[in-house]
């Protein structure tokens, strides 16, 4: 099972379901509330991750982890992105330190030519 296939796919369905009858259409309600019910429902989701975490049942975890994931595909439906774009970000990222590729935001955001409103989105991360 190759796991950027299966997040692909998903993308796919969820896509094909914009513009869809909210009241037939799961995805299709959540996008014709969005953004706040999307944003709303990855709060939920992600507050019921940590205590599925916090209760150490692995199935659990598995579980809320995957509604999370799909709730933040949904997300990046609404803003026309796709998660090809997140696998490329996290594939830049490997290998990094992490705190060294914080700290090289932090002096982005800080430096004279990266006015603080420009830094503000990645400065949030």
Known sequence: MNPD??????????E??????????YVARLLA???DGILKKIGEEA??????SKDGVPERIVAET?????HCLVL???HGLRPEQVAAE???REGLSGLQEKAARTATALS??????AAAPSAAR
């Open 90 to 92: 996290l594939a830049r």
């Open 66 to 70: 995957a509604d999370l994931w799909f």
């Open 112 to 117: 004279p030519s990266h006015p603080p409103e």
């Open 47 to 52: 507050t019921e991750t940590v205590m599925a």
């Open 5 to 14: 296939a299966v997040l692909a796919r998903i993308a796919d369905v969820i």
């Open 16 to 25: 094909s379901r914009r513009g869809a009858d909210p009241d037939r259409s």
């Open 76 to 78: 990046l439906a609404h």
């Open 33 to 35: 509330r969005a953004p």
